[in-house]
């Protein structure tokens, strides 16, 4: 059974870069062909992409985050870490990382973090 676990401060404050982590257990996030997607939800909104780490390590960012985005992974430990920084109480967020084949749709989910971005 696959299963992601996100992790970080509940608590930024504004201008500070935020920082989270999804550990995954059940698969290796270098298993050909997956993609490890970092996606937000705002309070009263729809589901935001964010962007993603695939298997081979290559990265792509959503135009709309790509400027304050980075991504990173620790094959050693199975996790895909995610950076946002210069941050707003706009990017107040549940943040959830999935996985997908490639276009197949997301399969799996992590629980969510919470994060609140205090001016």
């Known amino acids: 059974q696959v299963q992601l676990q996100e992790s970080g401060p509940g608590l930024v404050n504004a201008s500070q870069t935020l920082s989270l982590t999804c550990t995954v257990s059940?698969?290796?996030?270098?298993?050909?062909?997956?993609?490890w997607n970092w996606i937000r939800q705002p309070p009263g909104k729809g589901l935001e992409w964010i962007g993603y780490?695939?298997?081979?390590?290559?990265?792509y960012y959503s135009p709309s985050f790509k400027s304050r985005t980075s991504m990173a992974r620790d094959t050693s430990n199975n996790q895909v870490s995610l950076q946002l920084s210069s941050v707003t109480p706009e990017d107040t967020a549940v943040y959830y990382c999935?996985?997908?084949?490639?276009?197949?749709?997301?399969?799996?989910w992590g629980q969510g973090t919470q994060v609140t971005v205090s001016s």
């Open positions: 999935t996985r997908d084949r490639g276009g197949w749709g997301y399969d799996y």
């Open positions: 059940g698969d290796s996030i270098t298993t050909d062909y997956y993609y």
């Open positions: 780490m695939a298997y081979n390590g290559n990265t």
